[in-house]
């Protein structure tokens, strides 16, 4: 399964949650809400989840093989740091003269 497309979405509630991520797949599966959280040793994915009964969360996408999980993980990450950098530089620029 390839990868072809990955969306970041900021968000704007937790501070813990950095952003939510959107992946497609061989372009014709896309999977919604990848959570990007902020850890106590960083930055890591958090799989799309629902909450069940009593307030827990389970997670509803489960990637069995641990070097494609890996992979994945990775690369949305990486189309976060391109993101956040990328809105750094259109929100902090100088006004052209």
Same mark, same amino acid.
């Given at each position: 399964? *390839? %990868?072809?497309?990955? +969306?970041?979405? $900021?968000?704007? =509630? ?10 497609? /797949? ?8 990848? *959570? %990007?959280?902020?850890? +106590?040793?960083? $930055?890591?994915? =958090? ?10 969360? /389970? ?39």
């Amino acid at each position: 399964m *390839k %990868i072809t497309d990955i +969306k970041i979405r $900021l968000s704007s =509630g937790s501070s813990k949650i950095k952003a939510f991520a959107v992946v497609k /797949f061989d372009d014709i599966i896309e999977i919604h809400s990848f *959570k %990007i959280v902020e850890g +106590k040793d960083g $930055l890591f994915v =958090g799989m799309p989840s629902q909450q069940g009964t009593g307030g827990k969360f /389970f997670n509803i996408v489960f990637i069995t093989d641990e070097s494609f999980k890996k992979h994945l993980c990775d690369r949305i990450l990486e189309e976060y740091e391109k993101f956040v950098k990328d809105s750094e530089v259109a929100v902090f620029d100088e006004p052209e003269k």
